[in-house]
């Protein structure tokens, strides 16, 4: 692309007090930085170019009082191009332009403009009028402003209902954010609820279920078993004595036959007979060594007192 530094030659070399033609210049592009090292080129003329649209650091000549962008093809204007505050004077004669960008409405300063032979909205168009003498290109300037302000402001109320409706929208969200989380608080509630009470009544059923099975031990304890109806059981057969049994029984008839021998041989027809004498004998010999015992000795005296 074509810029003023290599067809047009040094900058410095045109500027003639503060003004600076960069008219045919055969330009595409705008030489910014360039023109931003020139801050005494108040008045800049770039008209008669090829230039299809501005940079956005184009807005940073501040410094610009006059600026003639006539006979271009500029589509549109940056959109930061309000910051040209101290731009009066505005030529845009024979470009291509549309709209122009909300931030027209800064250009507080602007007391010339022209904006023939543009496709313009017709909206836009009915606003700006013509620009056939200074009058007219006075108007023009005071009536796109105004008309910039308003749609400004336009655009601003859109920007805050857009605003507010994206506001009601969000506490909307959150409302229904909130709604939800207590829902879900509340279920949460219920089915902790409902699980404590099914615990409980688990528990319940199993306390309830040990008090029965401590009961039934007592009923069967304290209720004697009825005797059944039906015949009557049979004796248990006798026990055939036991061999201890027949010599207990052999010892006391010995004891027996003894104790009748004793006194067999005590009749005094038998006494002298040599059997009961040597029974006697064995009798007296025992019953003076039990004489010495102080027990027999009383139980042998109340015997003979009886």
């Not at 500029?74 to 101290?86: E, I, K, S, T, Y």
């Not at 056939?132 to 749609?151: G, P, S």
């Amino acid at each position: 692309m074509t810029k003023a530094g290599s067809k047009g030659g040094n900058l410095r070399d045109k500027l003639d007090g503060n003004e600076l033609d960069l008219s045919l210049s055969d330009l595409n592009e705008v030489p910014v930085k360039e023109l931003a090292a020139l801050p005494k080129a108040t008045i800049l003329d770039l008209s008669c170019n090829k230039l299809t649209s501005l940079p956005a650091d184009f807005c940073g000549l501040t410094h610009l009082v006059k600026l003639d962008l006539s006979k271009n093809k500029l589509q549109q204007l940056p959109a930061d191009f309000g910051r040209l505050v101290n731009l009066q004077h505005l030529d845009l004669l024979n470009n291509r332009l549309v709209t122009l960008p909300v931030s027209f409405a800064q250009l507080k300063s602007l007391k010339w403009l022209d904006l023939k032979d543009n496709p313009l909205d017709p909206a836009l168009a009915k606003v700006a009028g013509d620009c056939l003498d200074e009058k007219q290109c006075k108007q023009c300037a005071n009536k796109v402003l105004q008309h910039m302000k308003a749609v400004q402001a336009d655009q601003e109320r859109e920007r805050q209902r857009r605003l507010e409706v994206e506001r009601e929208a969000e506490k909307k969200r959150e409302a229904k954010q909130r709604a939800k989380e207590a829902q879900e608080r509340e279920l949460r509630k219920r089915e902790k609820a409902e699980e404590k009470e099914r615990r409980r009544k688990e528990y319940d059923a199993l306390k309830a279920a040990r008090r029965e099975q401590e009961k039934k031990p007592r009923k069967e304890t304290n209720q004697a078993p009825k005797p059944k109806a039906g015949p009557r059981p049979r004796k248990p057969p006798p026990r055939r004595p036991s061999r201890t049994w027949a010599v207990l029984k052999l010892l006391l008839l010995l004891l027996l036959c003894a104790a009748g021998g004793l006194l067999a041989c005590r009749v005094p027809e038998l006494r002298r007979q040599p059997l009961c004498a040597g029974v006697n004998a064995v009798y007296d010999s025992a019953l003076r060594g039990l004489r010495g015992h102080h027990i027999l000795q009383w139980v042998l005296r109340a015997d003979s007192q009886q």
